[in-house]
């Protein structure tokens, strides 16, 4: 099954104390985003950020689990943990572990003054990025993005990325506002919703193997649209 850029991302361990969450005198601000994955409308597991940030320093935890059975018999397993720090827009640093279905990722990755350097599993490259982003989908400014690092790969995938136009989309049973973007790259198409007004992201959509469709369901938001079901955070 392709689940691929940007259903994942974590980590960093090699941070200055300068961009470390827990070293800022000022308290940290949390959101946190829980979505429902659904294969063919089929829940088969879920994707969680968890976000802290203090003044211009960001650092959010990733999550993803994912379990298909066919004729109850697991046929696909997909665990994804990360963890990325940001400063503004940029990245500055990501630790990210994978399995997908028995193959195993390690990436790893800090800025540096000619761009960014990246080690996974046993190969280290370097990217000429004076700011380089992953699909943090939770941020909208990556709307503008022409490069994108996949957390799962290490890879930096070329991205265009369109508005699509206003569409409603259903949260916690509600029908909301919200703009659709679309992201087309080598590996295939993600389609994005974001509410109207406040860019908050809402969920994505995108086409696995078989034309099978992979869906992302909101199940907690930081802010909840108005009269929506959901919680301002819950468990998975």
């Known amino acids: 099954m392709a689940l691929s850029a940007g259903l994942a991302a974590l980590g960093f361990s090699s941070?200055?104390?300068?961009?470390?969450?827990?070293?800022?005198?000022?308290?940290?601000?949390?959101?946190?985003?829980?979505?429902?994955?659904?294969?063919?409308?089929?829940?088969?597991?879920?994707?969680?950020?968890d976000l802290r940030s203090a003044g211009e320093v960001e650092q959010i935890d990733i999550e993803a689990r994912f379990e298909v059975e066919v004729l109850f018999i697991t046929a696909y397993r997909y665990a994804h943990d990360n963890r990325e720090t940001w400063r503004g827009d940029c990245l500055k640093g990501i630790e990210s572990t994978t399995?997908?279905?028995?193959?195993?990722?390690?990436?790893?990755?800090?800025?540096?003054?000619?761009?960014?350097?990246?080690?996974?599993?046993?190969?280290?490259?370097?990217?000429e990025a004076p700011c380089l982003q992953t699909f943090a989908y939770w941020n909208p400014d990556i709307l503008d993005?022409?490069?994108l690092l996949n957390a799962q790969t290490g890879e930096v995938k070329?991205?265009?990325?369109?508005?699509?136009?206003?569409?409603?989309?259903?949260?916690?049973?509600v029908t909301v506002a919200s703009d659709e973007y679309l992201l087309t790259m080598r590996d295939g198409a993600i389609r994005l919703?974001?509410?109207?007004?406040?860019?908050?992201?809402?969920?994505?959509?995108?086409?696995?193997?078989?034309?099978?469709?992979?869906?992302?369901?909101?199940?907690?938001?930081?802010?909840?649209?108005?009269?929506?079901?959901l919680a301002a955070s819950a468990s998975p």
Do not use: C
């Open 15 to 49: 941070l200055s104390s300068a961009d470390s969450i827990g070293d800022l005198p000022v308290e940290p601000r949390a959101a946190s985003w829980t979505f429902d994955v659904l294969l063919d409308d089929r829940r088969i597991g879920y994707h969680r950020f």
């Open 158 to 173: 070329d991205v265009t990325i369109v508005p699509v136009g206003p569409a409603p989309f259903d949260v916690g049973g």
């Open 99 to 127: 399995n997908d279905n028995g193959d195993e990722f390690l990436v790893r990755g800090t800025a540096v003054d000619t761009g960014f350097t990246i080690e996974r599993n046993e190969e280290s490259a370097s990217v």
């Open 193 to 229: 919703w974001y509410e109207q007004g406040t860019k908050q992201w809402l969920g994505l959509e995108t086409q696995a193997r078989g034309d099978r469709v992979i869906r992302y369901q909101p199940a907690s938001l930081p802010n909840p649209p108005e009269g929506t079901s």
């Open 145 to 147: 993005a022409q490069q």
